[in-house]
């Protein structure tokens, strides 16, 4: 049975969908022990599309889970396309099994992101054919404080080859880069079906599932990338995903390698996307993800960042209860949806991919939304409501840890505001939330909504304790119970610029303006400035200048004609639209025309004079701006005889309004200055000025010092 659910917004598709997911949970069969039952919530059919999961490709007792994906709110499966079931003979190609596969999820609604990888034996090089370690993760990777027992079973299989191909060094359209060839030919059957291709996965953690050097992988992903983009130049191409922990310097390596390599700067440096994987502590998502941003853009330029497997393994389920170590409770790992995805957004992850869909019976620990035996798990729910709630947005702020408490704020989404609040400590917390409307709704992970009611201007609610503790005294490695505080206002606010002089001689002036809004209130106001009624526009005040008030100065760029628009926000996040013409104009001049005229006398000889000179005295005389730029310079001369002398300078320049120095210099004299000030103004300013030179009549040595042994 298949769900082909689209998204609408009537009630009636909605209870159809919910009925036909619960026809599908119903009829798959129940094995063992069975948890507290989980119901889930109706099929979530508006979301933004960040959320995906692993493996949605999978059946439960012949029923797929594809549907259940998709009800979730997922709308990416990422799914292995492994090179060594496709092409078991050089140039025989059998896709058959992944035809299904992605039919199936476009059936419902899933994109698939395929990860290309796993050598093909006949292709691979000088290596073991086969993995070769353990079933278990290496020892020293456990302790870490972020990282989960995350190896997956199905690639930790015989049939996972991480052996580099041979000819890998040749053009990748040569007819021998075997991979060449694989990578071309897959991206070429599935176009049109399938647009992300992912170039293997974790080759940071050697021996699992990549035996090459760090350039070997570098050359692996450069020939994936020019092969899928010559089969098909929309394709979206992945770095491997990256255990991370394993390795945290590795991708630097890779980068270096790939911002070597001849002709990548012409070539997007080989990848289009940076593909992440983070598991267990929510707390590493951000931290990671900008340390990663940071390198790319010193190596390569920025690029955006997936999270394309994460979550946290069980402990209160498959017999774990003596391995908690960076492991979670049911109900913790419901919080780890919500607030691992809070956290990623606010990273600026662009993708995240939840691991796993169902349990696959994984010998290192139990992941999935959906057990063995279909039942759900309370992720399931939280998931639903990570997918139906925190999306369309238009801006995401946090994460802001205050007094116990994290928040991330989803502004503007299709519902409101909303507030994604836990507490990251072990005791329980009174929060109070400033409350723009009398109610509020409160969403727990499980998608149970209450109503808020204001008093004395704030929300509040408790938070119950964080509970997934690493055991080693390190912290929490995920929050207590999220929840959404959602504040609904769809509402925009209005506003209104007033009316400028149609003339000013000024360098600047105060904007004044209306600003009103019927639902949280009016917050702030942007502001932009064009020469030209339509733009270009530019910014010319923010949030800093203009939070609460509805008046800001503004400086002009110079003389002429300037055109201004604004749009304002409110408490929730909703903006105003701009307008798409100027609101109000100014004609500005800041320039005035001054006319100088400068006296510099000289003492030429006699008392405090210079009897010593025989020579014509030259004088300077210089005009400069508070930058220190000349505007003008004048040089005159006097006789080298007693009395005093004098030379003068007339000039008249039209100039910016602002500080100025007028500069007289002879050598062997002091020099003089004069300072002033130039306001704009419609008429001529004129200035007169006279300034002494006065001979250096002495000039003071310093006695030498002889140092004593």
């Given at each position: 049975m298949r769900i082909q659910a689209r998204p609408h917004p009537t009630t009636d598709r909605r209870f159809a969908v919910a009925v036909l997911l619960m026809l599908i949970v119903s009829a798959l069969p129940a094995q063992g022990a069975t948890p507290l039952p989980v119901t889930p919530l109706p099929a979530v059919l508006d979301t933004g599309g960040h959320l995906g999961t692993c493996y949605a490709n999978y059946q439960i007792d012949g029923q797929y889970l594809a549907p259940l994906a998709q009800a979730a709110g997922s709308r990416w499966d990422r799914v292995d396309f492994s090179w060594n079931r496709i092409e078991p003979q050089n140039n025989v190609f059998d896709y058959s099994g992944y035809d299904d596969l992605v039919t199936r999820a476009q059936d419902h609604e899933l994109e698939v992101v395929g990860i290309l990888g796993s050598t093909a034996s006949w292709a691979a090089g000088d290596c073991p054919t086969g993995m070769t370690v353990a079933t278990s993760p290496p020892s020293e990777l456990l302790g870490h404080p972020a990282i989960a027992l995350e190896r997956h079973h199905h690639l930790m299989a015989s049939d996972w080859n991480p052996c580099p191909p041979r000819n890998l060094h040749l053009e990748w359209d040569h007819p021998d880069n075997h991979w060449g060839t694989f990578v071309y030919e897959t991206v070429t059957h599935f176009k049109g079906r399938v647009r992300v291709w992912e170039i293997w996965n974790e080759p940071d953690l050697y021996d699992w599932f990549w035996k090459g050097s760090v350039a070997d992988y570098a050359q692996?992903?450069?020939?994936?990338?020019?092969?899928?983009?010559?089969?098909?130049?929309?394709?979206?191409?992945?770095?491997?995903?990256?255990?991370?922990?394993?390795?945290?310097?590795?991708?630097?390596?890779?980068?270096?390698?790939?911002?070597?390599?001849?002709?990548?700067?012409?070539?997007?440096?080989?990848?289009?996307?940076?593909?992440?994987?983070?598991?267990?502590?929510?707390?590493?998502?951000?931290?990671?993800?900008?340390?990663?941003?940071?390198?790319?853009?010193?190596?390569?330029?920025?690029?955006?960042?997936?999270?394309?497997?994460?979550?946290?393994?069980?402990?209160?389920?498959?017999?774990?209860?003596?391995?908690?170590?960076?492991?979670?409770?049911?109900?913790?790992?419901?919080?780890?949806?919500?607030?691992?995805?809070?956290?990623?957004?606010?990273?600026?992850?662009?993708?995240?991919?939840?691991?796993?869909?169902?349990?696959?019976?994984?010998?290192?620990?139990?992941?999935?939304?959906?057990?063995?035996?279909?039942?759900?798990?309370?992720?399931y729910l939280a998931y639903q409501v990570a997918a139906g709630y925190l999306h369309g947005e238009n801006q995401v702020t946090g994460p802001f840890t205050h007094h116990g408490v994290r928040r991330i704020t989803f502004w503007a989404t299709p519902r409101g505001r909303i507030?994604?609040?836990?507490?990251?400590?072990?005791?329980?917390?009174?929060?109070?939330?400033?409350?723009?409307?009398?109610?509020?709704?409160?969403?727990?992970?499980?998608?149970?909504?209450?109503?808020?009611?204001?008093?004395?201007?704030?929300?509040?609610?408790?938070?119950?304790?964080?509970?997934?503790?690493?055991?080693?005294?390190?912290?929490?490695?995920?929050?207590?119970?999220?929840?959404?505080?959602?504040?609904?206002?769809?509402?925009?606010?209005?506003?209104?610029?007033?009316?400028?002089?149609?003339?000013?001689?000024?360098?600047?002036?105060?904007?004044?303006?209306?600003?009103?809004?019927?639902?949280?209130?009016?917050?702030?106001?942007?502001?932009?400035?064009?020469?030209?009624?339509?733009?270009?526009?530019?910014?010319?005040?923010?949030?800093?200048?203009?939070?609460?008030?509805?008046?800001?100065?503004?400086?002009?760029?110079?003389?002429?004609?300037?055109?201004?628009?604004?749009?304002?926000?409110?408490?929730?996040?909703?903006?105003?639209?701009?307008?798409?013409?100027?609101?109000?104009?100014?004609?500005?001049?800041?320039?005035?025309?001054?006319?100088?005229?400068?006296?510099?006398?000289?003492?030429?000889?006699?008392?405090?004079?210079?009897?010593?000179?025989?020579?014509?005295?030259?004088?300077?005389?210089?005009?400069?701006?508070?930058?220190?730029?000349?505007?003008?310079?004048?040089?005159?001369?006097?006789?080298?005889?007693?009395?005093?002398?004098?030379?003068?300078?007339?000039?008249?320049?039209?100039?910016?309004?602002?500080?100025?120095?007028?500069?007289?210099?002879?050598?062997?004299?002091?020099?003089?200055?004069q300072r002033f000030t130039v306001a704009p103004g419609p008429t001529p300013l004129s200035q007169a000025f006279t300034l002494d030179l006065k001979a250096i009549s002495a000039r003071v040595y310093l006695p030498r010092v002889t140092r004593q042994p």
């Open positions: 692996l992903l450069r020939v994936g990338y020019q092969a899928a983009k010559a089969a098909n130049p929309e394709a979206t191409v992945l770095f491997a995903g990256l255990a991370y922990w394993a390795a945290p310097d590795y991708y630097v390596a890779v980068l270096d390698e790939l911002a070597a390599m001849e002709g990548a700067d012409d070539d997007n440096h080989y990848f289009d996307v940076l593909s992440l994987h983070l598991y267990s502590s929510i707390y590493t998502i951000g931290p990671v993800t900008a340390r990663i941003q940071a390198d790319m853009v010193a190596r390569v330029g920025s690029r955006p960042i997936w999270l394309t497997e994460t979550g946290v393994p069980l402990w209160d389920e498959g017999g774990f209860e003596h391995h908690r170590l960076n492991r979670a409770t049911a109900e913790e790992a419901a919080a780890y949806v919500i607030a691992g995805f809070a956290e990623a957004r606010a990273a600026g992850v662009e993708r995240f991919f939840f691991f796993r869909t169902h349990d696959d019976n994984m010998a290192e620990g139990l992941f999935g939304l959906i057990r063995d035996d279909g039942s759900f798990r309370p992720s507030d994604v609040l836990w507490n990251t400590g072990g005791d329980p917390v009174t929060y109070s939330h400033p409350a723009y409307l009398p109610t509020a709704t409160l969403v727990t992970h499980r998608g149970i909504t209450t109503t808020q009611v204001a008093a004395n201007g704030v929300f509040t609610t408790t938070l119950a304790p964080a509970t997934a503790n690493t055991g080693e005294g390190g912290g929490f490695i995920i929050g207590g119970p999220p929840v959404l505080l959602i504040q609904q206002d769809q509402l925009p606010p209005t506003s209104r610029l007033h009316p400028l002089p149609e003339l000013v001689y000024a360098t600047g002036l105060t904007l004044t303006w209306d600003a009103a809004d019927e639902g949280a209130g009016y917050w702030y106001a942007e502001i932009e400035r064009a020469s030209a009624p339509q733009g270009p526009w530019t910014q010319v005040a923010g949030l800093a200048q203009t939070q609460g008030v509805t008046t800001t100065f503004t400086a002009f760029p110079g003389s002429g004609t300037w055109y201004y628009r604004a749009r304002v926000r409110d408490h929730v996040g909703n903006w105003e639209d701009w307008p798409t013409t100027a609101e109000i104009s100014t004609t500005a001049v800041t320039t005035r025309t001054v006319g100088l005229s400068i006296t510099a006398d000289v003492d030429a000889g006699g008392e405090g004079g210079n009897p010593a000179a025989t020579e014509a005295i030259t004088v300077s005389l210089t005009w400069q701006d508070a930058q220190g730029a000349v505007i003008a310079a004048h040089a005159g001369s006097v006789e080298a005889s007693a009395g005093q002398q004098r030379i003068t300078w007339e000039i008249t320049r039209t100039v910016e309004a602002g500080d100025y120095l007028i500069t007289a210099r002879a050598a062997d004299y002091l020099p003089a200055q």
